[in-house]
């Protein structure tokens, strides 16, 4: 019983140092402005797995619950820094992707009711709450994903452009 608290312990451990670096290199590759996505959604898997203090980062509301497999995911730097969002995808309000986020990262289920087949709308509002803002964001279904959009605070001095509002057209069957 001892050796198998123990290599519990372990376990919980090392997904603790695998999700810390996964973390360290999702910031410096939104910082340079590198494609982020496997370390994006390696976060994502890691997350739920490591401890209840680490669920709400990444909550896992698709698992075993029938829902779509499509999936927003959402990267800032500086992180700690408040990121108030509001998403819509082809006019819907998505519930889990409004509010005001600090973590630095945000992961957001599609709803399979609206999602269509082919072209999608998907509309982003950001208010980053303070300046030299960076993200990436990314869609994925069950087998791939897409990077979506990206920016970067064009001027850090500058309090007005701080909001970002931007429409795409996403395939989620074609990422």
Known sequence: MAATHSARKLERALRLLRLHDAQQELDVAVSEGTPS????????????????ALR???SDPLEGSG?????LALAWIPVGVPVSTHLYLNGTALPAGTGTFTSGRLFVPLP???IKTGDNK????LRFWQGRWKYQL???NQQRRGQIDS???????ATDDDIVVKEST????AL
């Open 170 to 173: 996403v395939n989620f069957e």
């Open 112 to 114: 399979a009711n609206l």
């Open 37 to 52: 996505g496997d370390l994006l959604f390696a976060v994502r898997d890691i997350a739920p797995l490591s401890t209840d």
């Open 56 to 58: 709400p980062l990444a």
């Open 122 to 125: 998907l509309l982003v509002a």
């Open 151 to 157: 920016g970067a605070d064009a001027d850090p001095s």
């Open 67 to 71: 829902q779509s497999q499509y999936e």
């Open 138 to 140: 990314w869609a994925r």
